[in-house]
């Protein structure tokens, strides 16, 4: 079946360490995306990319960074600058063209040790 | 500045109910909505969308109802079932030079009650 695989499903940082959330997709998508989800402020975008080897940041890209090196691939980096990393991490993807819907994976819970 | 206003922050109906949740925009930009249903620890998906060149949209018991002229469009739940219990966010999106922006809401936290 095709999707999207985010993994891990549960991931704890220490301070000052950074952490990579994983991001595959076999619907062959051109546009891929990362939110965060905090209680009561819906989506937020973090980053996005539309081809390999090209991204652009979002609404709240400080202390992200990403990489785009396989059209299946979109692997998040959150740093230890993104000193409020505790949310829930939604990668998405879609297809290129007006209109088109994104689909999501099932995220990975980031929390604080 | 949220580019989609949605309410209510949330909602209980009685099973067999109607459930409505409402979305409004300001840019006439957006060419596409999409509606998501979001249950705890899973991602968003896909329920139901609506382009405006058209002003409703119904799949099975889920209805999109859109006034492009008021900029607002709503999801409309009839004979809600305990199962439809979940997270719904309304969204928004645009074409870009850097391809299609989505928007989304603040989510719906719907509970039918048994």
């Known amino acids: 079946d095709g999707g999207i695989t985010q993994s891990p499903k549960y991931l704890f940082r220490k301070e000052g360490q950074n952490v990579t959330l994983s991001c595959e997709q076999n619907l062959n998508h051109d546009a891929m995306y990362w939110y965060r989800q905090d209680p009561g402020q819906g989506l937020r975008l973090i980053y996005y990319?539309?081809?390999?080897?090209?991204?652009q940041k979002g609404d709240i890209a400080e202390g992200y960074s990403v990489s785009r090196e396989k059209k299946e691939s979109f692997p998040l980096t959150v740093t230890s600058a993104q000193k409020n990393p505790t949310a829930f991490y939604l990668c998405?993807?879609?297809?290129?063209?007006?209109?088109?819907?994104?689909?999501f994976g099932d995220g990975t819970r980031l929390s604080i040790l | 500045q949220q580019q989609v206003k949605q309410s209510p922050q949330s909602l209980i109906v009685q099973k067999g109910g109607i459930s409505i949740i409402n979305c409004a925009y300001e840019?006439?930009?957006?060419?596409?909505f999409p509606w998501y249903q979001q249950f705890p620890g899973k991602g968003p998906a896909l329920l139901i969308a609506?382009?405006?060149?058209?002003s409703e949209k119904k799949e099975g018991r889920f209805t999109i109802s859109f006034n492009k002229s008021a900029k607002q469009f709503s999801l409309h739940i009839m004979d809600s079932q305990p199962g439809d219990s979940a997270t719904y966010f309304c969204a928004a999106s645009k074409p870009a030079n850097t391809g299609n922006q989505f928007y989304f809401g603040t989510g719906t936290s719907l509970t039918v009650i048994p």
């Open positions: 990319s539309q081809i390999v080897n090209d991204f």
């Open positions: 609506i382009r405006p060149d058209v």
């Open positions: 840019n006439t930009a957006f060419d596409y």
């Open positions: 998405a993807s879609s297809t290129s063209g007006r209109g088109q819907p994104q689909h």
